[in-house]
């Protein structure tokens, strides 16, 4: 139990474009999904907080208008790298804490995008 | 399959005390490894990072060990403090910069006044 998907698994795309990338909690639901980035030989970083029904959280120099967060139900919540450049490739993961306990939290794979 | 194990799973230390929390791995072609702290309904926070040809890093009362050929790393918390109480989990990435993270499921310390 306590899977947490993430799609697509990897991206590559052009300068402008936006990319959406998918987190799903497939046999729970999750209150509240984290969504990471990390970039080459550096740490994973915390990106924002996303409640179900409400605006994100977002941790500060994150732009919320480039990064746009959207956690519609208990086990989807979607992240939007709008207007993507290359400074924008990176490792993006999510993670999902159930409902049921908050002091968990379960990783998705994470999803690799390539702005080129 | 690559995995991460960490012992112990919960750990409950009195006020002051030195400690050492493990991490291991089942494939030693590491990219690097890294230690965060999770505090309850909180995001993950980074605390050291450790690229695959370090030994060690150090930060404030916290020091990570990285020993690739036994497959383990140690975190280090000297003179702990009721506000070190948290889940510390050790993540490894496969697979060079365009890999794959694995976590481990998390050590749950408790640092008793």
């Known amino acids: 139990g306590a899977v947490v998907s993430q799609h697509p698994s990897r991206v590559i795309c052009k300068s402008g474009t936006s990319v959406k990338i998918e987190c799903r909690s497939l046999d729970f639901q999750a209150t509240t999904m984290f969504w990471y980035r990390q970039f080459p030989k550096q740490s994973l970083m915390l990106m924002a907080t996303?409640?179900?029904?409400?605006?994100?959280?977002?941790e500060q120099g994150v732009e919320k208008d480039k990064f746009l967060i959207n956690h519609a139900s208990l086990t989807l919540s979607t992240l939007t790298v709008t207007s993507a450049h290359p400074e924008d490739s990176s490792f993006y993961i999510c993670s999902a804490s159930p409902t049921s306990s908050h002091n968990e939290q379960f990783f998705g794979p994470g999803t690799r995008l390539t702005v080129l | 399959k690559q995995e991460v194990t960490q012992i112990p799973a919960a750990l409950s230390v009195p006020e002051g005390e030195n400690l050492v929390l493990n991490c291991s791995f089942t494939d030693s072609a590491i990219y690097n490894l890294q230690w965060f702290r999770q505090d309850p309904g909180k995001g993950l926070t980074s605390l050291l990072l450790i690229q695959s040809s370090q030994r060690e890093q150090t930060s404030g009362r916290l020091n990570a060990s990285l020993d690739k050929s036994s497959g383990r790393s140690t975190l280090y918390i000297a003179a702990s403090q009721p506000g070190d109480s948290a889940t510390y989990l050790c993540?490894?990435?496969?697979?060079?910069?365009?890999?794959?993270?694995?976590f481990g499921k998390g050590t749950k310390l408790s640092v008793k006044p």
């Open positions: 996303s409640n179900e029904g409400s605006k994100a959280t977002y």
């Open positions: 993540a490894v990435m496969y697979g060079g910069s365009q890999g794959n993270l694995i």
